[in-house]
């Protein structure tokens, strides 16, 4: 069995950092194709970032340059580096892992259970 566990959202003010965490199990390599996307309440789900298995990214324009996508294939981890936060990036994060080493982000694969993230102002 595959499953995807999430961790490090919470409450933090606007300008703050947080770092999520996705730590993989079973027979699923977080080196493959994968990513995070988040939903917002009465938003439709959005692709965050995404990288690929040879290293290659690519974020939402609403993140670029303070969000920062890696993994740890050692630990079969991906991470998520949020800088500079605003309160319209409080949304509920979701870790995404495709079956494929090469694929794009919305191919088969797995979803993590979700960790809200919430930006005071």
């Known amino acids: 069995q595959v499953q995807l566990v999430e961790s490090g959202g919470g409450l933090v003010q606007s300008g703050g950092s947080l770092r999520l965490s996705c730590a993989a199990s079973?027979?699923?390599?977080?080196?493959?194709?994968a990513g995070w996307y988040r939903q917002a309440p009465g938003k439709e789900r959005e692709l965050v970032a995404a990288i690929t298995s040879g290293g290659s990214t690519n974020y939402g324009e609403s993140v670029k340059g303070r969000f920062t996508i890696s993994r740890d294939n050692a630990k079969n981890t991906l991470y998520l580096q949020m800088s500079s936060l605003k309160p319209e990036d409080t949304a509920v994060y979701y870790c995404?892992?495709?079956?494929?080493?090469?694929?794009?982000?919305?191919?088969?694969?797995?979803w993590g259970q979700g960790t809200q993230v919430t930006v005071s102002s």
């Open positions: 079973g027979s699923i390599a977080i080196s493959n194709t």
């Open positions: 995404r892992v495709t079956r494929f080493p090469t694929a794009p982000i919305n191919a088969p694969g797995y």
